[in-house]
């Protein structure tokens, strides 16, 4: 006789920069560094309508607009109110979660404190090809720049327990170790910084052919230095494991590949009692139809002789958290869509995998390997 495990599923959000550009007419330049946080100081309502669509359509977590912040893009960003440009930023960021927060569905919807990197704040952006400057290179000094960032969350966030902080479209090796490092800062200078219980999840970028970061890290050392304590520079370790990793801003086609090589490498981890669970897989590639983005441009651009793809983003996207609950043992999958994914292509893919409560009856009698469920949970054969 067959048993079931219940494989936790929650939908998140989709881009939020992009449907701001294609729903809302709004434009991004050299001049609005923070991208979609540029809107926390112009448009704060905007940006709620906005993020009330995603909540609308289906999803479960709400991302904060944060991506592109930073203490320099502040400051570089003139308004006819802050012609020098804004130093005071903790109003801005209490703006961003109190936003993200009253757009959620219900109150058992959850937000997370979206986090770029380091070259997502650069102009022009080199998140996709992490050639980063000489003086935001190593571990170190990484670590010191997301340490500052951090900073002005300390009072903004704080009693908020339940939020993620959500590392995204982290491009290379020394970044992941230094969002680690982030998280078991030393007590005397936790004044500045106080880590919370929960990392949230790291998730890395794909933009290759090659299943390989920008700085040409293999999907499987990315997983493992994400995860594993034994690979940390110095020994060192995080005081809490992250809960989840994931994969963003990435093309659909790709993600069969790397999810394998992701459950391979933490079953090894496992097997080595280098971690002893498994955490949350996160997943949510571009949604774009072959468009590629130009980071001097700021646009999204179809190359010549580029075809859309035959398969509906949605329906790809679900064969693939398909098959690894079949396969896998994550704690929890949460999935949805990076840049160019709209709230319709959220309702859709809701649809696909959040399944009427009678679809679960159904499977559990005939023993199916099928995905099926009620509200956000699903249930597999094993």
Known sequence: MKTHRRIPIRILDGGLGTTLEDLFNVRFSAQTPLWSSHLLVTSPKLLMACQRLFALAGADVITTATYNFSIEGFADTKTPDFPCGIVEVARYLRFAILIAWRARPNIDSDIAIS?????????????????????????????????????????????????????????????????????????????????PKTLGWISCVFPGDDDKLPDGTTAEDAVAAMLSCNDMPGGLSPPYPPWGIGINCTKVHKLDSLVRKYETTVQGLIDDCHINAWPSLVLYPDGTNGEVYNPVKKTWELPKGTKPPEIPWEVQLANVVKGTIRRAKWSTILVGGCCKTTPADITRLRKLLIEPNSRRGASESHGSSEVSGSGSSCWVSI
């Open 115 to 195: 986090l770029g990197p380091y070259g997502a704040t650069m102009q022009p952006s080199t998140e996709y090809s992490a050639n980063y400057d000489a003086s935001h290179c190593t571990t170190q000094q990484l670590l010191e720049w997301h340490t500052k960032r951090m900073a002005c969350f300390k009072d903004t966030a704080a009693g908020l327990t339940s939020i993620k902080y959500a590392f995204e479209t982290i491009p290379c090796l020394n970044e992941i170790y230094a969002i680690k490092m982030l998280f078991r800062t030393p007590l005397a200078k936790r004044s500045v910084w106080q880590p």
